[in-house]
């Protein structure tokens, strides 16, 4: 089954550290970069992240600059997001995010169900 | 600045046909598009890719129903023969190098 399934959210302070993890599954999973995008409460959809299907390059949201990295291991089918100094409007439901082509960079074909992280001291 | 703008909200009967539209910085106006559907308490499902010169490609399994057109820096999704899993929040979505950009999102409601 194609499906990609978030993992690692919940509940951090203010200044603190998440990693969050997204495992992929049922596409060749190197051929595509990966992502992720942010939906605070009752607010609507925030790129955050992107990360290319070799790991070598990756893009940052303004908002998140200096403060993310988003890496990958093709061996595991796995990405991830390393979240630190948190603030409070960092809080949200991180979605991870298929590139539609591979080799492209446009838009995305395939979503998971989200993790949400919430960060209150 | 690369900027999508959408409507908050959109609405029409059931059975009815409802578009959604999507407009591009001026500068931008022949920069493809994505829509998204978002349901209620779901994460987002990928619609189409629409070009600017309307020519569109749907993910796996979305409905004939779902169409797209493009006309200046305006690209829209219509929604034939309104269904009521099609209520929900559509975002468009824009990219150049190293950015992505979603619109605000229009709530579509099934009278």
């Known amino acids: 089954e194609v499906q990609l399934l978030e993992s690692g959210g919940g509940l951090v302070q203010p200044g603190g550290s998440l990693r969050l993890s997204c495992a992929a599954s049922?596409?060749?999973?190197?051929?595509?970069?990966m992502s992720w995008v942010r939906q605070a409460p009752g607010k609507g959809l925030h790129w955050v992240a992107t990360?290319?299907?070799?790991?070598?390059?990756?893009y940052y949201g303004q908002s998140v600059q200096d403060r993310f990295t988003i890496s990958r291991d093709n061996s595991n089918n796995t990405v991830y997001l390393q979240m630190n100094s948190l603030r409070a409007e960092d809080a949200a439901v991180y979605f991870c995010?298929?590139?539609?082509?591979?080799?492209?960079?446009?838009?995305?074909?395939?979503w998971g169900q989200g993790t949400m992280v919430t960060v209150s001291s | 600045q690369l900027v999508l703008t959408q409507s908050p909200s959109a609405s029409a009967s059931l059975g009815a046909s409802v578009k959604v539209t999507c407009t591009l910085s001026?500068?931008?106006?022949?920069?493809?598009i994505a829509w998204h559907q978002q349901q209620p308490v779901k994460g987002p499902r990928y619609v189409m890719k629409?070009?600017?010169?309307?020519?569109?490609i749907k993910g796996d399994g979305i409905p004939d129903r779902f169409s797209g057109s493009s006309s200046g820096a305006e690209r829209s999704l219509i929604i034939s023969d309104l269904q009521s899993e099609d209520e929900g929040d559509y975002y468009c979505?824009?990219?150049?190098?190293?950015?992505?950009?979603f619109g605000g999102g229009t709530k579509v409601t099934v009278l």
């Open positions: 979505q824009t990219w150049t190098t190293g950015i992505r950009v």
């Open positions: 049922g596409f060749a999973f190197k051929n595509y970069a």
């Open positions: 995010a298929k590139d539609r082509g591979a080799g492209t960079f446009d838009t995305f074909d395939l």
């Open positions: 990360v290319s299907g070799f790991g070598d390059r990756t």
């Open positions: 629409l070009n600017s010169d309307g020519t569109y």
């Open positions: 001026n500068e931008h106006s022949d920069y493809a």
